[in-house]
C-alpha cells in the first residue's frame, strides 16, 4: 500500500513560479516513476512530466522549459519546479507513481491532488 502526499500549490500571478513536492510512503519494493498529472475544470486529466528512478524525464510539450521534474530517490520525493506559469497551467495536479511491491506485484497510486492557480 502506498501513499502519495502532494503540497505546494497555491495562487500565483503569471510569470510566477511554484515548486510542488510529492512524498510516497508505505510498503513497497521499488517506484520505477513518479510525475505528475493535472485536470482542469472541464477538462481530462493530463501528462504533466515523469521522471524514473534512473532518472529519465518526459514532458509535455505545453510545459518544456518551462517546468522541471526531479526527484530524490532516498527520500521516495518526487518535485514539479514550475517557472513562467501562464493561466492556462491552472489546473489540480495529482501526483503519480508506478512501483512494485515485495510479492512482485504492479501497481499504481494518485494523490489527492493540489490546486494551483495562476492568476493574468
Known amino acids: 500500500q502506498v501513499q502519495l502526499v502532494e503540497s505546494g500549490g497555491g495562487l500565483v500571478q503569471s510569470g510566477g513560479s511554484l515548486r510542488l513536492s510529492c512524498a510516497a510512503s508505505?510498503?513497497?519494493?521499488?517506484?520505477?516513476?513518479m510525475g505528475w498529472y493535472r485536470q482542469a475544470p472541464g477538462k481530462q486529466r493530463e501528462l504533466v512530466a515523469t521522471?524514473?528512478?534512473?532518472?529519465?524525464?518526459d514532458y509535455a510539450d505545453s510545459v518544456k522549459g518551462r517546468f522541471t521534474i526531479s526527484r530524490d530517490n532516498a527520500k521516495n520525493t518526487v518535485y514539479l519546479q514550475m517557472n513562467s506559469l501562464k493561466p492556462e497551467d491552472t489546473s489540480v495536479y495529482y501526483c503519480?507513481?508506478?512501483?512494485?511491491?515485495?510479492?512482485?506485484?504492479?501497481?499504481?497510486?494518485w494523490g489527492q491532488g493540489t490546486l494551483v492557480t495562476v492568476s493574468s
Open positions: 503519480y507513481t508506478e512501483g512494485t511491491s515485495w510479492m512482485g506485484n504492479a501497481f499504481d497510486a
Open positions: 521522471i524514473t528512478s534512473g532518472g529519465s524525464t
Open positions: 508505505g510498503t513497497f519494493f521499488s517506484l520505477y516513476v
